[in-house]
């Protein structure tokens, strides 16, 4: 992604680490991402008199914003999950996945403001 202490021009800067601030980066800036937030917070989240599963829903949403705030890698990341279900290579389909796999993972380390 990028190890700047803000976003690139034109993609939006990563919200507050609170799922409050989250959601309404998802609603301004990756509305077609909200109503799999919201299902998923109301399944998981809303009604659990636990606070276990928190971290690992703003993991994953996290990485998902921080992902589709940047169409061009979200296009990219996409391009390659794609093709590696096309593929009938199963080393190359692998190695696509791999890519992929290693593009979100560095979307989901940046920090809030960046």
Known sequence: MT??????????PM???TPKALRAAIA????KLLPDFDRHWKQYIADAY???PVPAFMARW???FALAR???LE????????EAAESTDN??????IEEAGRIRREASKVEPGQ
């Open 91 to 96: 080393a190359h389909a692998k190695a696509l």
């Open 3 to 12: 190890t700047a202490l803000h976003a690139p021009p034109g993609i939006p």
């Open 62 to 64: 996290w990485g998902e």
């Open 15 to 17: 919200p507050e680490r």
């Open 75 to 82: 296009a990219k990341v996409h391009q390659l999950e794609d």
């Open 28 to 31: 301004e800036h990756a509305p």
């Open 50 to 52: 636990d606070l276990a």
């Open 70 to 72: 940047n169409s061009q």
